[in-house]
């Protein structure tokens, strides 16, 4: 969006029931990294539950 890089993020299949989540966050906003770090220890718990 104009030319300012945004933060993103990917999820890649590393094998069976298992990804790897990836989280893009230009040095500007670095502050933004905790979201993603306490995003990405929810996302853990909700794929860790028994099915």
Same mark, same amino acid.
Do not use: K
């Given at each position: 969006?104009?030319? +300012?890089? %945004?933060?993103?993020? /990917? &999820? /890649?299949?590393?094998? &069976?029931?298992? !990804? ?15 979201? !993603? %770090?306490?995003?990405? =220890? =929810? +996302?853990?718990? +909700?794929?860790? /539950?028994? &099915?």
């Amino acid at each position: 969006m104009a030319g +300012i890089p %945004a933060t993103g993020h /990917r &999820v /890649r299949a590393v094998g &069976v029931e298992q !990804c790897e989540v990836t989280f893009e966050v230009p040095l500007y906003a670095a502050p933004y990294a905790a979201v !993603c %770090a306490v995003a990405l =220890r =929810r +996302i853990d718990t +909700i794929v860790s /539950r028994p &099915v």
